[in-house]
Nanobody, 112 residues
Framework: QVQLVESGGGSVQAGGSLRLSCAAS????????MSWYRQGPGKEREFVGR???????RYADFVKGRFTISRDNTKNPVFLQMNSLKPEDTAMYYC???????WGQGTQVTVS
C-alpha cells in the first residue's frame, strides 16, 4: 500500500503563502493522479484540487487563481502552492490517491 506524507504546513498571516509537499513511499499507477483535500474546524472534508497523469490540474472554485498544484512528473512529489491565503483557508490539508484509496496524515495550515 502506498504511504503518503504531507509536509510544509504552518501558521501564516492573511495574504501570505505556503507550499505543501506530498511524498509517496513508492510511485505507481496509484500516484499517477493525486488530489489535495482539506478539512477545516467543524467542517466536512472538501476537495481542493488534483493533478492528473498528464499534468492537467483541476481546482475547487474557492482556490482558483490562488493555489497551484504541480510536480515534475508522476514519479516525484506533488506540491500545493498556496498564495493569498485567507483565514478561511485554515484547515488540515491532506494529499490522496483517490484511485487507490490512500491518504496522508495531513498537515495543518493556520491563517490568521
Amino acid at each position: 500500500q502506498v504511504q503518503l506524507v504531507e509536509s510544509g504546513g504552518g501558521s501564516v498571516q492573511a495574504g501570505g503563502s505556503l507550499r505543501l509537499s506530498c511524498a509517496a513511499s513508492e510511485y505507481t499507477y496509484c500516484t499517477d493522479e493525486m488530489s489535495w483535500y482539506r478539512q477545516g474546524p467543524g467542517k466536512e472534508r472538501e476537495f481542493v484540487g488534483r493533478i492528473e497523469r498528464i499534468g492537467t490540474t483541476r481546482y475547487a472554485d474557492f482556490v482558483k487563481g490562488r493555489f497551484t498544484i504541480s510536480r515534475d512528473n508522476t514519479k516525484n512529489p506533488v506540491f500545493l502552492q498556496m498564495n493569498s491565503l485567507k483565514p478561511e483557508d485554515t484547515a488540515m490539508y491532506y494529499c490522496a490517491s483517490i484511485r487507490c484509496g490512500n491518504w496522508g496524515q495531513g498537515t495543518q495550515v493556520t491563517v490568521s
